[in-house]
C-alpha cells in the first residue's frame, strides 16, 4: 500500500518567487492536513482539506493557500516568498477523526 | 484553548535503559492520541494510536497510556537501543478538524 507521497523533495526559490507543493494521500483517505515545521516554532498547523473543502485553517498570512482535487490530491502554494518560508512542509493524510494521521516524507523549502 | 506540552525537551540515557516519555493536555475533550517519532529531516513515523476511550496500547517496546482525567499520555520504551535515538511527539486529534502537536522530546541513546 502506498504512503503519503509528497513532491518535490527539495526545493530553492528567490525571495519574490511562488512555489507549489504537492501532496498525494493514501488510496481512500479523504483527509489531507498541511504543517509547516521550522526549528524555532516546531510543527505549525497550516489547512486541512476534506473532501474538496477546507475545513479549518491556521494562523498564516493569506500568501499561504491551498486545494484539494476531487481524487484527494493536495496543493499548498506560497506567493512572493519570504526568507522565513524555509521550512520543511509536511503533509499528513488520514480517513477520518478516529484513524489518526499518515505522513509525508515533507518537502524542504529553501528561500534565498 | 489546548495546549500541549511534552517534558523533558531533551533525554540522553545509555543502552538498555527503561524510559519514559511525558505528554500532558489541557483539554479531555479529545477524538485520540497519536504518537510519532521524527528522525532529523525526516517526516513523522506514526508509533501508537489511543482512542479516547482506550487506556493504553501496545507495539513491541513500546507502550502508551492515555489518562483523559489528569490530562496526561505517556510512552514507555523498554530496553531502549541507539536506533530509538529520534524526536518524539504526541499529537491530540480534538474536535475542529484540527491536530495539536506537542514540541517533542529529543531522545539520544548511547552505546
Known amino acids: 500500500k502506498a504512503g503519503v507521497t509528497q513532491t518535490p523533495r527539495y526545493l530553492i526559490k528567490t525571495r519574490g518567487q511562488q512555489v507549489t507543493l504537492s501532496c498525494s494521500p493514501i488510496?481512500?483517505?479523504?483527509?489531507v492536513s498541511w504543517y509547516q515545521q521550522t526549528p524555532g516554532q516546531g510543527l505549525q498547523f497550516l489547512f486541512e482539506?476534506?473532501?474538496?473543502?477546507?475545513?479549518n485553517k491556521g494562523n498564516f498570512p493569506g500568501r499561504f493557500s491551498g486545494r484539494q482535487f476531487s481524487n484527494s490530491r493536495s496543493e499548498m502554494n506560497v506567493s512572493t516568498l519570504e526568507l522565513g518560508d524555509s521550512a520543511l512542509y509536511l503533509c499528513?493524510?488520514?480517513?477520518?477523526?478516529?484513524?489518526?494521521?499518515?505522513f509525508g516524507s515533507g518537502t524542504r523549502l529553501t528561500v534565498v | 484553548k489546548q495546549e500541549v506540552t511534552q517534558i523533558p525537551a531533551a533525554l540522553s540515557v545509555p543502552e538498555g535503559e527503561n524510559l519514559v516519555l511525558n505528554c500532558s493536555f489541557t483539554?479531555?475533550?479529545?477524538?485520540?492520541l497519536q504518537w510519532f517519532r521524527q528522525d532529523p529531516g525526516k517526516g513523522l513515523t506514526s508509533l501508537l494510536l489511543?482512542?479516547?476511550?482506550?487506556r493504553e496500547q501496545t507495539s513491541g517496546r513500546l507502550n502508551a497510556s492515555l489518562d483523559k482525567s489528569s490530562g496526561r499520555s505517556t510512552l514507555y520504551i523498554a530496553a531502549s537501543q541507539p536506533g530509538d535515538s529520534a524526536t518524539y511527539l504526541c499529537?491530540?486529534?480534538?474536535?475542529?478538524?484540527?491536530?495539536?502537536f506537542g514540541a517533542g522530546t529529543r531522545l539520544f541513546v548511547k552505546a
Open positions: 483539554d479531555s475533550a479529545i477524538y485520540n
Open positions: 488510496s481512500g483517505h479523504r483527509s
Open positions: 499529537a491530540l486529534h480534538t474536535g475542529g478538524f484540527k491536530t495539536i
Open positions: 489511543i482512542q479516547s476511550s482506550q
Open positions: 499528513a493524510s488520514s480517513f477520518g477523526n478516529n484513524y489518526g494521521y499518515t
Open positions: 482539506y476534506f473532501s474538496e473543502t477546507q475545513r
